[in-house]
């Protein structure tokens, strides 16, 4: 069989060395040392600025009157930089700081970026913080945790129409708001176009001469599903360190101009330090992708894709999926998104392989060759950068080799192996949390990642690790049976692609192992219905049951006993939520969350009281 052919990239770490340490304990790190790297970011935005003026930093189509995008709005190296010098300097005259910090409530734009900027520049924290926070929720009980968390001293929106009901809702007077569209009603409001126009003088830049690698650049805050969000800390060293292990690890990176188009919040670590962090301190492009992988934005990104191409691109699987499925068809989507891309990276889920091979032959049929779909490990407490595959050869669940200058801990925990975490990419901890800070270090000062890991092959440790699922996930049978949630979804996910969006498993102290499946939009070509029906009729429809019951067949016949056997399925029509918990920005599912929700259909599930409850035949 002909090995298949695939565009060149280099990867940075392929071996590593083991040390063992006490009984079940073992630790790995990368063969290769972690090259120097600046003190701050922002000496990157000032080199680039230097080096690069009239360079694009950040693009972003602009609005229409009627709600739809128009062209792409630049923004260069050099306009950045002046920016960050005024909202800086309009920062430090409000006497801002990490006590009282910046909270930006709304979505990846032009404002928000040179907002952030500014921040970094005169060495003010920020935090951008959940949308659906602002939106979404009824009771804002989250958003009022992120500010009495924070205490911010001022609050960023974009459309004050928008975000005006959680403004008011949850911030006192004594909080200045800003918002580039609007004003917040019976509030004094200023324009970001006010901020903008302050007159940076030398105190800006002795504010930005004054930060280093211990200072707070930003917090992140956790998904928090089944407690409150915790505010993670970032430091400029833990977001320099962070990118120059990503080069170490990616070179790609490295290999001439770099561009991206990309649609992640920054609220999220994937796109808000890992993405964000990456043009800044490489001197790329950013166009800012106001798409999405869900059935009502995806035509934005596709839009974006035919028209820009990058040079490396990140998204999560779902969509993956969709732009596997418009490649087949779309002879410009293919032209563009592959002339110039190096690397595909995925992350925050299980990809199904079939999503694998249609992107496999839409690439070979298109340039001859296919592009490396890689991935990887990482948290928003480890920058979130941490393990990252050795080679083309991926597979669902590989993870590979730790980053340069990362220490891995692998802990065995009753029959799993927890990974943790030690470098300088890692959180000194949560804000103004001082007992879950110090749950969530060992007594080394590993950070307990709850990830738990094994080796793709034994006999040779520098092909790395695989994922394992995430112990808190993994749960006990009534016989004392673990199960292992994470790689039993990935079986799930990939029996039923591409109909299955991601699956819950159930059973805890229970006989059997049960599984409630969250179905694809594209369920719907299994029925001949009209568009409008509901997806509840659509998955009460005989070819939609005799599909899923193909799977579950399919899945006991691979199955070597009660622990990895699904003895019971259902259908979910109510896809999983924000505000609630069950789905992250990044679009991943929580498992602990969904099963605190539908507590009730669980039982019921168990219990053979649904109406359609699917069993191996």
């Not at 969530?440 to 034994?458: H, L, N």
Request: hydrophobic residues 40%.
């Amino acid at each position: 069989m002909t090995a298949a052919k695939y565009r060149p990239l280099k990867f940075g770490v392929t071996r590593a060395s083991l040390r063992d340490g006490a009984t079940g304990v073992h630790y790995l790190r990368a063969e290769q040392d972690l090259p120097p790297f600046p003190e701050r970011l922002t000496d990157r935005l000032v080199h680039w600025a230097k080096e690069r003026p009239e360079q694009t930093l950040f693009a972003r189509r602009t609005k229409q009157a009627d709600g739809s995008s128009g062209d792409w709005k630049h923004i260069s190296f050099a306009q950045a930089l002046d920016a960050a010098r005024r909202i800086g300097q309009g920062l430090l005259n409000r006497g801002l700081s990490a006590e009282r910090p910046v909270l930006v409530l709304s979505e990846n734009d032009l404002e928000h970026a040179l907002l952030a900027l500014g921040c970094i520049y005169a060495g003010v924290a920020y935090c951008p913080t959940s949308p659906p926070y602002s939106l979404i929720s009824q009771d804002f009980d989250k958003l009022h945790h992120v500010v009495k968390t924070l205490t911010p001293g001022l609050v960023f929106a974009s459309d004050a129409n928008r975000y005006s009901r959680a403004m008011l809702a949850t911030l006192d007077e004594s909080v200045e708001l800003v918002t580039t569209h609007g004003t917040v009603p019976g509030r004094s409001t200023t324009s970001f176009e006010a901020l903008l126009a302050t007159e940076p003088t030398p105190d800006v830049d002795a504010a930005m001469a004054a930060t280093g690698p211990d200072t707070i650049v930003k917090f992140l805050f956790t998904s928090g599903s089944t407690k409150m969000p915790k505010a993670v800390i970032n430091t400029q060293r833990m977001w320099c360190a962070n990118q120059q292990q990503m080069a170490s690890s990616m070179p790609v990176l490295t290999d001439g101009p770099l561009v991206l188009v990309d649609w992640l919040p920054w609220n999220h670590t994937f796109g808000g330090n890992h993405n964000f962090g990456m043009v800044v301190y490489h001197g790329g492009t950013l166009y800012i992708d106001d798409g999405k992988p869900t059935p009502a934005l995806m035509a934005e990104t596709l839009r974006n894709l035919r028209e820009i191409s990058p040079t490396v691109y990140f998204n999560v699987p779902t969509g993956f999926e969709a732009i596997a499925n418009a490649m087949k068809a779309d002879d410009q989507l293919r032209k563009t998104l592959l002339a110039k891309v190096n690397m595909f990276f995925y992350a925050g889920a299980a990809l199904a392989q079939p999503v694998w091979d249609s992107l496999f032959e839409s690439q070979e049929r298109e340039v001859g060759e296919r592009i490396v779909m890689s991935t990887g490990l990482g948290m928003t407490e480890s920058g979130p950068f941490g393990i990252f595959v050795t080679s083309p050869n991926v597979k669902a669940g590989d993870l590979g080799l730790p980053t340069p200058g990362l220490e891995l801990k692998l802990v065995d925990m009753d029959g799993k192996t927890e990974v943790r975490y030690k470098g300088p990419n890692i959180t000194q901890g949560y804000w103004r949390m001082p007992e879950e800070t110090a749950g969530a270090f060992d007594e080394e000062g590993f950070f307990k990642t709850g990830d738990a890991v094994k080796w793709i092959d034994e006999t040779d440790i520098h092909l790395g690790l695989k994922f394992d699922g995430r112990i808190a996930e993994d749960f006990k049978l009534a016989t004392g049976t673990f199960v292992s949630v994470g790689p039993l979804r990935g079986k799930i996910i990939a029996a039923g692609a591409p109909f299955v969006q991601d699956a819950v498993l159930t059973g805890i102290n229970l006989k059997e192992v049960g599984a409630m499946v969250f179905p694809t939009p594209a369920v719907r070509t299994l029925t001949n219905l009209p568009a409008e029906t509901s997806m509840h009729e659509v998955l009460d429809h005989p070819a939609v049951i005799a599909h899923f019951q193909t799977v579950v067949n399919e899945l006991a016949k691979t199955a070597t006993g009660s622990a990895n056997r699904i003895a019971r399925l259902c259908l979910l029509a109510d896809p999983p939520t924000i505000d609630r918990g069950e789905i992250t920005d990044k679009g991943s599912i929580n498992q602990r969350a969904v099963l605190t929700h539908r507590a009730d259909t669980v039982a019921k599930l168990h219990a053979d009281e649904l109406h359609f409850i699917l069993k191996p035949q």
